[in-house]
């Protein structure tokens, strides 16, 4: 069947804010669909809350809805837009459950919106675990035994019935949230409870465990005319009991039988058909016992998921395209496969690779959380390897997770077997090495299968690397013979020279002139059965090569590698930016060669660039990569400044070894990313840093501190994200710092020193980013932290234009930037983050690469910084890009109009996830260590509405009546006071506890006094503020910490409010926002709900009164 | 232990000695299937040829007591990348190289089988020799030396090429045998084994069909003997060129209107029958991923492949035969070659793939339904409209149906 004639126009709903479990791969997924849409000639209104992702571009969609993903926003949209059609299968949980709301509240029946790629009753069959197992059971399958319920009165009776432990999970969530084995009655109580909040039905499924048994999951696929096909099979290397998201996976499924996998495959797809997704992929989760091979559907979603990019990826079958395009009814069979050009995409790939996904995960960041893995997904993002065999792509994969410790090692002694052994027990992150290191230490594959439930193909595999290590350990030189082997079992010159205490560029020269180098093969999804015309690659120690040369100039541009916080998808927009705007550059643009290993990413879609390469991001990986185009033509130059630290991190290794780079040079980095030399840069540019020192061990911090005075900021150095960075106010905590940071993974030495700052209380932070060419500067745009400078840039909200500082202030950071770009010799992006304190403007710290805030600055103001980055890096001048349209004709983000709608970042934190061992929610006080997974725009005519369309799009958003509780530090007392006075006026009742209810009182606000959880409840029973707002008796809590450390008080009533999801406001900045936001809440509630309006709209307007443009 | 691989175009490539060490000589086929490799070595189909699997990793599960298709393996050579230190499955019972070697088949390993079996897709299937051990030299005592490339090469272009070559008498039964029908005895099918796979008098006997399985040279009699309700010929080694006795019998049968089903060769040896001709395809299909195209019913479905000959028919209509009109039924989505066969005068049909896969996808296995309801009298325009009302569904999934955890990833 070919297109469908009776759409014109339809409506794609994004996934929103990047949180665990919900990532970068549904804007993959939602750029894939938007791209093929407006291809198919349609009318594509879209709406993301996530300013971060390239499908809110405004070229990738006719209307771009940068909105709170609400029923009620989307409503609006769907009364203005009209689309004839809703695809909800792309945008994860967020999107489907969106849809389904809007289904079961009759808006789409009343615009006569029709629902494409899946049915209501498709999602529900899929979604609802009860309803899933009478589908599994149709199927002839089997599901595990179960007991669907309501309260926690019914799962105690279940207990009765399955027996500890137990798996609970709630129905219609993702990512496990809400999951997790109950062990005994505690647990259950914890679990269970809170997993009937977290169900959009208050449902829990509680369930037989059948941990230790293989997990395997299939991509399907499923056309109007019923052919289904399997893109993909993933094999689990952690047996089950860790989410598919924490483990380390495989594909194609490594130790099945045909028989087993065709049993897998029948079942998939007749449970696709009982469930009646009529178009679109879908992922069916598995479990065998491993021995009898019993088999167990564990669940299925209805929709493209994690696992569907990951399939994506693996297979070079892009499931989201093919999605799009079966929804608007094309069938598999008319469908071309894009790789070999000659093939239809009704097939099923055949791999001739092996292809290992490894989670990352950021428990550095959460120390008070359990660690261990569990049914509920904690990592933050993945690193994907391809090899021509399990041990290649499993080292490449562990090294592209860049952690230290991630990778196998054999230093020191392994320590004792049994212990090992013992340790493996448990899954937890870089449970593999542990393993590793078993074996090292003389356990067998036997032990460590009864220890974790690996299967033994995979431990024995982690065996012969240990094999090949010793080899290359003991034997007396490094012959061709032996370095070949080590590589082609994914030994890096790293391991290699750790194995004979060689350095690493020795090992490299060693293997070069021994000439022992790897060859790329090509993804093509046929095994080579078919000709492939797409240039997507992996590296390979094999004999042949299938780079094919080119004349055209190339440059070749580095990714930012595995989400992780600190450093997400933002990055990897200004990578695909950059790869878009230097094919158009000028004179036939350039060749660009993408180099990244998150498979997560738009990036890494072989569509993005000219040619891909799927590799890990160090210096081995990529010196190779350039090898390779080099010897296939002219390479211009390598691109470091978009993909955040990771690759900036490279620019010195690259320069050293004669690779050409483009934009700001090494030496400028080093400038500005050491914190001596970019000193001198402010001194002679008569700019202030906070005073500062630089240390390497506590006498010197002491010393430093003692002259600038406490409080201090502290932290190692070449960090981003914060990380590590702790704020000090006395000389015994100071020591206290300097004990774990020396420790911990920071590994303070001489160094790696730790860097003392002067910390400035008070301040109100800035954020810039900043093109510079040589000569000009393009204030991209100025953005006003809403928390004061203390709280990380990166959780921190943030307006833009900024709404308190005057044009005088303005002037200022114009003048410093444009000094400091000069100075450090910036050729692109700079991103200055500054603290205005008593009027005095402090450089915190300037990055010379694209930022975090880039996309969020060109949404906000119609500008694409990260495209003119990149023409910068390639010899274009500011005037040259402002001719090209790039860059408005005049003027800059600087000099923004006062008619230019105000734009609000705000940070989204996943505190919600990780418990404490006891299982209490970790705390939520914000600090300069960035902590935040995502982040979300709200734009508006104002601030207010700006503020209060973040507040919604990041989590339940601001209440317009009901009850605050109101309780905050000494110091910020006097700041509170109109505030809380103003949410009297706005009708709300405040409780306080008795401090600061004594100063309202006096003030003459009224406010009901509330005993504190430590004062324990009344005598008649009254309630503490912990129990009101576990009771939902508050609808908002305010609490800023005192001091450095929250006081136990302060954490429960936090950790209270989280779990039952109010907003909690921990700065008083917060709260005058959300007090403007609340009002404005309250108005548009008044006259008449939400106001909507498209980017495009946005920009248009935006650009009649700025910039000389059209 | 080294080996090498030495193409009749000159081209070697160098490896490990696996399974067997000595000399082997064949036709170099490449099977990109992921799963099922002992079905692959057990099917008749791969007599005389070296097998290169594309997937890396190769005898992962080992070697089960369930899974063979036939009474022994068949490849006259395996070329692997990566083989398996250690099966790991509940079913394996043996080493897949220690049964390699046990069944004297030669094979190499650690060979850039991607690179090998893009040199095949670019030059075209041909002979291949795999050399380890022993063979690797010659003379004796003083005059012992390395054999030379040359000589390599002389012993690979002097093995007989598959074009011409009549095998199904290699492969087949010595003696009739037969395989009851599960439960009651509905039908009565003579299958002529050229190289048949346990998997299909399985899939009929399933069916309620007793299943006489006769030796490629059976003839008219014999066939009649068994009184049958339909005749089957199987999948099968060789050029169908070559192979004159099946052809002269089909011919028999179909004069007779004996309702008949053919499977691969079955297909080749059907289009001969029917006068089509037939053609040796560059380098073959050799898979699990197939897409083919059954034009009756417009539905797609993903099946298994063995063939390197196809037949010759017009993909545009049907043609007239000396048994009336025949029309191309199925063809592969990939290249267009013709995958199946439906006579419309008389009760005769045939596919190119393998509906009883094994190893494979089961989306084919409604065609012995098809056969069944042929033999029941219905006539083939009706099973197909009848196929349609019900979209094949519980065709296909039946496949997925009870039965399947009766045994442990059993397959019904
Ligand atoms: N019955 C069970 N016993 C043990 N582990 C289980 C069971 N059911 C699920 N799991 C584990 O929990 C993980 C998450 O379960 P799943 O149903 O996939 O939830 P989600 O919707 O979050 O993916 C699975 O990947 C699996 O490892
Ligand atoms: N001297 C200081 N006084 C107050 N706050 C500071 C100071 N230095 C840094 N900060 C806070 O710490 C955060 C992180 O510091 P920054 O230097 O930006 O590290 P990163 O490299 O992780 O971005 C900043 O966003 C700011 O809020
Ligand atoms: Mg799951
Ligand atoms: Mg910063």
Redesign the interface.
């Known amino acids: 069947m070919p297109r469908r004639e009776d759409i014109t126009s339809v409506l794609v709903i994004g996934s929103g804010p990047i949180v665990i479990g919900q990532a970068a791969e549904f804007d993959y997924s939602g750029t894939q669909a938007c791209r093929v849409l407006r291809a198919e000639g349609l009318r594509v209104v879209l709406v993301n809350s996530n300013p971060a992702t390239i499908m809110t571009d405004p070229e990738l969609a006719d209307a771009t809805y940068v909105e709170p993903i609400t029923p009620e926003v989307v409503e609006a949209i769907i009364a203005l837009e009209r689309p004839d059609a809703l695809l909800p299968t792309l945008g994860g949980q967020t999107a489907l459950n969106t849809a389904m709301a809007l289904a079961a509240n009759g808006v789409l029946e009343k615009y006569g919106v029709e629902l494409i790629g899946a049915n209501v009753a498709a999602i529900e069959a899929g979604e609802d675990r009860q309803l899933f197992k009478g589908v599994v059971e149709r199927c002839g399958a089997q599901t595990c035994r179960s007991v669907v319920a309501h309260t926690l009165e019914d799962c105690l009776d279940a207990a009765g019935e399955l027996g500890y432990p137990m798996v609970v999970r709630p129905s219609f969530t993702m990512g496990g949230l809400g999951s997790g084995m109950a062990y005994d009655e505690k647990d259950l109580r914890r679990i269970a409870g809170g997993g009937l909040h977290e169900s959009a039905t208050t449902e829990v499924l509680l369930e037989e465990s059948i941990i230790g048994w293989k997990e395997y999951e299939l991509e399907l696929m499923r056309d109007s005319s019923d052919n289904v096909v399997v893109v993909c099979s993933i094999e689990n290397v952690d047996p089950m009991g860790v989410h598919t998201g924490d483990s380390i996976t495989v594909a194609p499924a490594m130790t099945l039988t045909d028989r087993e996998y065709q049993h897998m495959r029948d079942v998939g797809i007749a449970v696709i058909r009982e469930v009646g997704v009529d178009t679109g992929g879908c992922n069916i989760q598995f479990a065998v016992n491993p021995d009898d091979g019993r088999m167990i559907v564990i669940e299925m979603n209805p929709r493209v998921s994690r696992s569907s990019a990951l399939a994506s990826k693996a297979t070079g079958f892009p499931i989201a395209k093919i999605a799009a395009r079966l929804a608007v009814g094309y069938t598999l069979d008319e469908i071309p496969n894009d790789i070999t050009g000659t093939t239809p995409a009704s097939f099923e790939p055949a791999l001739d690779y092996v292809v290992v996904k490894v989670p990352r995960f950021a428990f550095e960041k959460f120390p008070a959380a359990d660690a261990t893995l569990t049914t509920t997904m904690k990592s933050v993002g993945e690193a994907m390897a391809i090899g021509r065999c399990f041990t290649e792509a499993m080292q490449k994969a562990l090294r592209s997770v860049e952690r230290s410790g991630s990778e196998f090692h054999w230093d020191g002694e392994p320590g004792d077997a049994a212990q090992l052994l013992e340790r493996s027990r448990t899954a937890t992150d870089g449970r593999i090495v542990t393993v590793q290191q078993a074996l090292r230490a003389g356990a067998s594959v036997e032990q460590v299968h009864d220890a974790t439930g690996i299967d033994p193909w995979f431990l024995d595999q982690i065996a012969l690397v240990e094999e090949v290590a010793a080899d290359v350990r003991s034997a007396t030189e490094l012959t061709r013979g032996l370095l070949r082997a080590a590589k082609r079992h994914g030994f890096s010159d790293v391991q290699v020279g750790a194995l004979r205490s060689m350095r690493e560029d020795v090992v490299r020269g060693v293997r070069h002139a021994l000439g022992v180098r790897p060859v790329f093969k090509t993804v093509d999804t046929c095994a080579a059965e078919f000709a492939a015309s797409t240039p997507y690659h992996y590296s390979s120690y094999d004999f042949e090569d299938e780079v094919t040369p080119s004349g055209r100039r190339k440059v070749v541009i580095l990714g930012s590698g595995p989400n992780r916080i600190g450093q997400g998808i933002e990055f990897d927009y200004s990578c695909v930016h950059a790869a878009f705007a230097l094919a158009d550059a000028p004179d036939g643009g350039f060749e660009t060669i993408m180099v990244n290993c998150n498979p997560e990413t738009v990036s890494t879609d072989y569509d993005t660039s000219d040619r891909l390469y799927f590799e890990p991001l160090t210096l081995e990986d990529v010196l190779e990569v350039v090898h390779a185009e080099q010897r296939s033509g002219e390479v211009v130059g390598v691109i470091v400044q978009l993909g955040g630290q990771t690759p900036l991190g490279l620019a010195q290794g690259l320069a050293d070894a004669g690779v050409p780079m483009v934009g700001t040079s090494p030496e400028a980095i080093h400038l500005a990313e050491d914190r001596g030399s970019f000193g001198r840069v402010l001194a002679e540019a008569g700019l202030v840093a906070p005073r500062h020192g630089t240390a390497s061990g506590f006498a010197e911090a002491k010393a430093i501190a003692d002259e600038i005075g406490y409080p201090v900021l502290v932290r190692p150095s070449y960090v981003l994200g914060g990380r590590g960075m702790e704020i000090v106010y006395d000389e015994e905590s100071l020591a206290g710092y300097l004990v774990r940071a020396t420790s911990s993974q920071l590994r303070i030495t001489p160094d790696h020193p730790v860097l003392v700052d002067r910390f400035l209380d008070d301040a109100i932070e800035i954020d810039v980013d900043a093109l510079y060419d040589g000569t000009e500067l393009y204030l991209g745009g100025v953005m006003e932290h809403i928390e004061e400078a203390g709280i990380h840039s990166g959780d921190s909200a943030c307006v833009l234009p900024p709404v308190t500082l005057g044009r005088a202030d303005i002037h200022r950071v114009r003048v410093q930037t444009e000094a400091i770009a000069q100075g450090v010799g910036v050729r692109g992006l700079l991103n200055v983050q500054f603290a205005l304190a008593s009027d005095v403007l402090y450089v915190l710290e300037a990055n010379p690469r694209a930022s975090r805030t880039v996309p969020f600055v060109s949404k906000a103001t119609g500008v694409p910084l990260a495209k003119a980055c990149a023409r910068l890096m390639l010899g274009e001048s500011i005037a040259d890009l402002r001719r090209a349209g790039l860059l408005p004709l005049t003027g800059d983000g600087g000099t923004l109009p006062a008619e230019a709608p105000v734009s609000v970042k705000e940070a989204v934190l996943p505190f919600k996830r990780f418990r404490t061992p006891q299982g209490l929610v970790v705390d939520t006080v914000l600090g300069p260590e960035m902590r935040s997974t995502g982040e979300v725009m709200g734009i508006d005519l104002d601030f207010p509405s700006a503020f209060a369309k973040a507040q919604s799009a990041a989590y339940g958003g601001l209440p317009t009546s009901g009850t605050v509780f109101v309780s905050v530090a000494d110091r910020d007392k006097r700041a509170m006071l109109f505030p809380v006075k103003r949410l009297r006026d706005l009708g709300f009742e405040v409780l306080a506890t008795a401090g600061t209810a004594e100063v309202l009182r006096r003030n003459g606000i009224a406010s009901r006094l509330v005993r504190k959880h430590s004062e324990g409840t009344g005598t008649d029973g009254e309630p503490t503020i912990v129990e009101r707002i576990l009771a939902g008796e508050v609808d908002m809590v305010v609490n800023t910490p005192s001091g450095r450390s929250a006081r136990a008080d302060g954490y429960e009533i936090r950790a209270a409010t989280t779990s039952v999801d109010r907003p909690i406001i921990t700065t008083v900045q917060q709260l005058a926002a959300a007090v403007q936001g609340i009002e404005s809440r309250q108005e548009t509630a008044s006259d008449g709900g939400v106001r909507v309006r498209s980017l495009q709209d946005h920009t248009a307007a935006l650009h009649r009164v700025w910039g000389g443009r059209s | 232990m080294t080996a090498v691989l030495v193409l009749e175009d000159g081209r070697t ?1 160098g490896g490990d000695a696996y399974g067997a060490s000595g000399t082997t000589v064949g036709e170099a086929v ?1 099977c ?5 490799y ?2 692959t070595l057990t099917d008749p189909s791969y007599h005389r040829q070296v097998v290169v699997m ?4 190769i005898g ?2 080992g070697m ?1 007591d ?2 063979g298709e036939s009474r022994r393996i068949w490849v006259s050579g395996f070329v692997v ?2 083989p ?8 394996s019972r043996r080493d897949l190289g220690d049964e390699l070697a046990d069944s004297g088949v030669v094979g190499i390993s650690g060979v ?4 090998l ?2 040199h095949l ?1 670019e030059r075209g299937a041909m002979r291949v020799g795999v050399f380890s051990g022993d063979a690797l030299r010659t003379g004796s005592g003083e005059s012992e030396r390395q054999r030379t490339s040359a000589e390599l090469l002389e012993l690979v272009r002097s093995a007989a090429p598959m074009s011409g070559a009549d095998l199904a008498g290699e492969v087949t039964t010595t003696a009739a045998y037969v395989v009851p029908a599960v439960g009651t005895r509905r039908l009565v099918v003579a299958a002529i084994d050229l190289g048949i796979k346990a998997t299909t008098p399985a899939e009929l006997a399933k069916r309620g069909v007793e299943v006489h399985v006769l030796p490629a040279a059976a003839s008219i009699d014999d066939v009649l003997a068994v009184r049958p309700d339909g005749v089957f010929f199987s999948n099968g080694p060789g050029d169908p060129a070559a192979t004159d006795g099946p052809v002269a019998l089909l011919r028999e049968v179909l004069g007779r209107r004996l309702p008949f089903f053919g499977i691969c060769f079955g297909n080749q040896i059907l289009g001969r029958a029917l006068g089509l001709g037939t053609y040796k395809l560059r380098y073959g299909h050799r ?5 083919v ?1 059954d034009r009756a019913t ?3 479905e ?1 099946t298994a492949h063995n063939h390197g000959f196809a037949v010759d028919a017009p993909l545009d209509g049907p043609v007239d035969t000396d048994f009336g009109r025949v029309e191309v039924s199925h063809v592969c ?3 267009d070659v013709v995958e199946g066969l439906r006579c419309l005068d008389v009760p005769a049909f045939s596919v190119q793939y393998h509906p009883e ?6 989306d084919a296995g409604y065609l012995f339904d098809r056969f069944v309801a042929l033999m029941h009298g219905t006539d083939l325009h009706e099973v197909l409209d009848h196929d349609q009302e019900r ?3 519980q065709g ?2 039946h ?7 009766e045994e ?4 019904d």
Do not use: C, I, K, Y
């Open positions: 490539f490449f990109t299937a992921m799963t099922g002992q079905e594309t997937s890396p990793h992962n599960t089960n369930e899974d990348r990566d398996a230190r250690r099966p790991s499955s509940w079913r850039d089988t991607r690179a079996t893009r897709r898979g699990l991923n197939q897409p195209l417009g539905r797609v993903v989505l990939n290249d896969a094994a190893a494979g996808p089961h979209g094949d569904h296909r999934a496949n997925a149906g009870p039965g399947h955890d442990p990833g059993g397959r």
